[in-house]
């Protein structure tokens, strides 16, 4: 597979911010206006043997009622789009990427456009430096086959290598966030470091800053809501929401505990994301066939 000749560019600039570490409540009390969450239910199994390790998922803006996914490594550079009765719609290839060990992917508003950002980040690129590809996302059709990135990051850490299964981008702040996967027992915190997205189209080599840590272990994936005020971070067990005030950091907002979402059982559960109204949960799982996942939103808010 060829790799990615990242071009020499600026690097865009961007301040330093102080780390904040969390204390994990048991419950959450200090959100103003929760949404309240149904129990989740599954609405489909994913009918493509191409798809065996699902380890993201994001919604497609562009393309009703369906949703991005891709494996974690031993693939193509490849986005299968699926909808929600668990049929493949399309398998799109980023041409000229790589795909050492996908981890997340994500999709977000920019301006007047749509993208997906998916990071080869995980554990597999740690003595490397990690990439994240972003493209305009496709209307589908039958002669899509192939996209080229529209932006392509390969960024390091401030404090070297680190294992990350989970990215978002927040559209209203204009910043990139990764959380770090902890498996030492004895620390169970996870640490969130910030990229700026970039205003041009190209290549850009980058260094991740650190801003907050959470006291939440294994963490797989997270998302954040369109208006950028609403952070979900998943463990294998449950997720945990942040919400961001109009006017605060998401470093100020990961300083408030957050609470926690009861998440359905799942093998190896490594994907979540927002539904197209910014407030439903949508999860899969790896393993052949994979479930697809629903976490309602109960009444009307």
């Given at each position: 597979?060829?790799?990615?000749?990242?071009?020499?560019?600026?690097?865009?600039?961007?301040?330093?911010?102080?780390?904040?570490?969390?204390?994990?409540?048991?419950?959450?009390?200090?959100?103003?206006s929760p949404?309240?969450?149904?129990?989740?239910?599954?609405?489909?199994?994913?009918?493509?043997?191409?798809?065996?390790?699902?380890?993201?998922i994001a919604?497609?803006?562009?393309?009703?009622?369906?949703?991005?996914?891709?494996?974690?490594?031993?693939?193509?550079?490849?986005?299968?789009?699926?909808?929600?009765?668990?049929?493949?719609?399309?398998?799109?290839?980023?041409?000229?990427?790589?795909?050492?060990?996908?981890?997340?992917?994500?999709?977000?508003?920019?301006?007047?456009?749509?993208?997906?950002?998916?990071?080869?980040?995980?554990?597999?690129?740690?003595?490397?430096?990690?990439?994240?590809?972003?493209?305009?996302?496709?209307?589908?059709?039958?002669?899509?086959?192939?996209?080229?990135?529209?932006i392509t990051?390969?960024?390091?850490?401030?404090?070297?290598?680190?294992?990350?299964?989970?990215?978002?981008?927040?559209?209203?702040?204009?910043?990139?966030?990764?959380?770090?996967?902890?498996?030492?027992?004895?620390?169970?915190?996870?640490?969130?470091?910030?990229?700026?997205?970039?205003?041009?189209?190209?290549?850009?080599?980058?260094?991740?800053?650190?801003?907050?840590?959470?006291?939440?272990?294994?963490?797989?994936?997270?998302?954040?809501?369109?208006?950028?005020?609403?952070?979900?971070?998943?463990?294998?067990?449950?997720?945990?929401?942040?919400?961001?005030?109009?006017?605060?950091?998401?470093?100020?907002?990961?300083?408030?505990?957050?609470?926690?979402?009861?998440?359905?059982?799942?093998?190896?559960?490594?994907?979540?994301?927002?539904?197209?109204?910014?407030?439903?949960?949508?999860?899969?799982?790896?393993?052949?066939?994979?479930?697809?996942?629903?976490?309602?939103?109960?009444?009307?808010?």
């Amino acid at each position: 597979m060829r790799r990615f000749r990242v071009a020499k560019t600026a690097v865009i600039g961007f301040a330093l911010s102080a780390l904040v570490v969390i204390a994990l409540p048991c419950l959450s009390a200090d959100l103003s206006s929760p949404i309240k969450y149904g129990p989740p239910r599954q609405l489909a199994e994913i009918k493509n043997g191409d798809i065996d390790e699902s380890s993201g998922i994001a919604v497609s803006i562009r393309n009703r009622d369906s949703f991005w996914t891709h494996n974690d490594s031993g693939d193509r550079p490849c986005l299968y789009l699926i909808n929600r009765s668990g049929e493949t719609l399309a398998d799109i290839r980023i041409k000229g990427a790589r795909a050492k060990d996908w981890e997340d992917i994500a999709s977000f508003r920019w301006g007047r456009s749509v993208y997906l950002i998916v990071g080869d980040t995980g554990k597999s690129v740690l003595s490397a430096r990690n990439t994240l590809y972003i493209i305009n996302e496709p209307v589908i059709n039958s002669r899509v086959r192939t996209v080229e990135p529209a932006i392509t990051i390969k960024f390091k850490y401030e404090d070297g290598h680190h294992d990350c299964e989970s990215i978002a981008v927040d559209p209203v702040l204009g910043k990139i966030y990764l959380v770090t996967k902890s498996t030492n027992n004895k620390d169970r915190e996870c640490r969130v470091y910030e990229l700026p997205f970039p205003n041009t189209k190209g290549e850009f080599e980058l260094t991740a800053q650190a801003i907050a840590v959470l006291k939440i272990p294994m963490v797989t994936a997270m998302d954040i809501s369109p208006d950028g005020l609403r952070a979900i971070v998943l463990t294998y067990s449950d997720a945990y929401e942040y919400t961001r005030e109009k006017d605060e950091t998401w470093s100020e907002a990961f300083a408030r505990g957050p609470r926690r979402i009861k998440m359905p059982k799942r093998k190896q559960g490594e994907s979540i994301c927002y539904g197209p109204d910014g407030k439903t949960l949508y999860l899969t799982d790896e393993g052949k066939t994979p479930p697809l996942w629903e976490v309602p939103v109960l009444g009307d808010q």
